[in-house]
């Protein structure tokens, strides 16, 4: 069964500020399955990024993912205010269709 | 612009079924390209999908091995929405149950979870 695990577990930053995220998995994933949602508090999921570097209907050029196997990449090439929030990683090819455990970005 | 609007009790006792519904508007649960899922957030477990139902010529169901024999997921045609059974439930159920669609193309569901409800919080409890 694949284990997502994301790094680092929050992520100290000031706006205008790069964010590199990262997902690795516990066995090689099919990069066309591998997705990232930003979560904010009291919100459901928001889905950023689908098969590991494609954006999803409306999100800002600033977001992209990349990778494949077992790393993938979320990076935010200048933090907007609004981007401090939870992001997490998920496969969603096969059962178990599993998330990772999530990265805080915060305001340092 | 498709909407998916969750309804159902936020409060179950142990040992009872956790019954919730997942109401769409501007896509079809028949529809071809989707798939309705269910995911649960919780402190201890995270987010944990626990399966799916689509329409490809006839109706097919995706469950999570962790809950598999206490889950159901049926779509609803008449009134164009999906909903989840859970039985015998523990507080270990106790979290935010959330519906979703993924989009799907050629029988490939590639597009990730686009669309959420707005989240239910179970609590099981007597």
């Known amino acids: 069964e694949i284990v997502l695990t994301q790094s680092p577990g929050t992520l100290s930053l000031s706006p205008g500020e790069r964010a590199t995220l990262s997902c690795r998995a516990s066995?090689?994933?099919?990069?066309?399955?591998l997705a990232w949602y930003q979560q904010k508090p009291g919100q459901a999921p928001r889905l950023l990024i689908y098969?590991?570097?494609n954006r999803a209907t409306g999100i800002p050029d600033r977001f992209s993912g990349s990778g494949s196997g077992t790393d993938f990449t979320l990076t935010i090439s200048r933090l907007e205010p609004e981007d401090f929030a939870v992001y997490f990683c998920?496969?969603?090819?096969?059962?178990?269709?599993?998330f990772g455990q999530g990265t805080k970005v915060e305001i340092k | 612009q498709v909407q998916l609007q969750q309804s159902g009790p936020g409060l179950v006792k142990p040992s009872q079924t956790l019954s919730l519904t997942c109401a769409i508007s501007?896509?079809?649960?028949?529809?071809?390209?989707?798939?309705w899922n269910w995911i649960r957030q919780s402190p201890s477990r995270g987010l944990e999908w626990l399966g799916r139902?689509?329409?490809?010529?006839?109706?097919?169901?995706d469950y999570v091995v962790s809950v598999k024999s206490r889950i159901t997921i049926n779509p609803d045609t008449s009134k164009n929405q999906f909903s989840l059974q859970l039985n015998s439930v523990t507080p270990e159920d106790t979290a935010v149950y959330y519906c979703?669609?993924?989009?799907?193309?050629?029988?490939?569901?590639?597009?990730?979870?686009?669309?959420w409800g707005q989240g239910t919080t179970v609590t099981v409890s007597s």
């Open positions: 979703s669609r993924v989009g799907c193309s050629n029988g490939t569901c590639l597009d990730g979870m686009d669309v």
């Open positions: 501007g896509d079809s649960v028949s529809s071809n390209s989707a798939a």
């Open positions: 139902t689509y329409y490809r010529s006839k109706w097919y169901y």
């Open positions: 066995q090689s994933v099919s990069s066309s399955f």
């Open positions: 098969g590991a570097s």
């Open positions: 998920q496969q969603y090819g096969w059962s178990p269709r599993p």
